[in-house]
């Protein structure tokens, strides 16, 4: 870095031209974060065959159980299912931590900031190719490992105990990942931009990311309407409700006045039915998500979760174009 950067103007040589997207500024950007640009594409073509390798271990074992043609439910998911939803649902953390925070962070730290934005490549030019490269990288690699692993999970849910709507399922599938580490390491870019030095910027965006993966889980229940059925108290629960994610549960009278479930929890049954009696209880009353909501509830929230991405990299150009680097 300790050449000056010329962008514009024209080349001789065999470097005057360089093919493709990878040029000029671009290309700096790219050879500069090289090592971590293998080291995400590695560890996605890892994260991509364990997880082809533990979906062909769990379907075998399924076959061998008689699924479909047996009603086969597994009493915990499997121990490769569990790993992987483990690895998905850090990834985002560990993306912002190790990628995001020391990008800028990195080059105020060296100095590098200074040197580039002296020569002739406009300051907003470099920031906006360092966060297109890096966010790039994370979409390409999130994208990938969520499509596979919803390929996995999706066929088999009905026999995996774990509920779509548990956070180890539903941000680990569907456009959940990559939404959560696009912002979660734009998040850690500012960050980085803002304290000026690696380490405590990677220490800060750690801290602020389990406070959204916090905050995250309130959230997921509230991305939509959830639906109330009625049945009659002592009939069977449809089975519909079967792959439906339970929210809350009443009983009921037929005109509609709700009680808590334990209303009637009488110690002996005749108690109970003269309380349901006296009360005039005649309906089961269910509040549920239907899984046919899990994919307008994932868009939803990723729609969120972009906006709050292009809302941070507005910031970084704006105040990385206002302030000293």
Known sequence: MSTTVQTDGPRTGKS????GLLHGVTWLVARQHRTALWLVGAATLLGAAMIVYQRGEMVSMLDRLGWPG?????????EGFQYMTGVLGGLPVILGVFLGAPLIAGDQEQGTAQLVTTQSVPRRRWLA???????AVVLVSTAVLGAL???WWEPYREALPAEWLQGEVFDSTGPMPTALSLFLTTCGIAIGMLLR???PA???????SMAVELAWSEVRGRLATPRLFTYP???DTPAFLDQAVESDRWIGTADGQLFGWGTCAEQTERATNACIKEHGIVNNVIEY??????????????GLLLGGTAVVAVFILWWATRRPL
Do not use: E, H
Not at 16 to 19: D, V
Not at 129 to 135: E, F, N, Q, T
Not at 202 to 208: K, Q, R
Not at 289 to 302: I, R, S
């Open 16 to 19: 005057a031209k360089r093919p």
């Open 70 to 78: 047996k009603d086969v439910r597994l009493p915990s998911d499997p």
């Open 129 to 135: 190719a360092k966060l297109i490269g890096c966010l």
């Open 149 to 151: 692993f919803t390929w």
């Open 197 to 199: 030095r690696v380490l």
């Open 202 to 208: 990677m220490m800060v965006t750690f801290l602020f």
């Open 233 to 235: 108290l002592n009939a």
């Open 289 to 302: 998500f239907g899984y046919d909501q899990m994919p307008g509830m994932q868009w939803t929230g990723a």
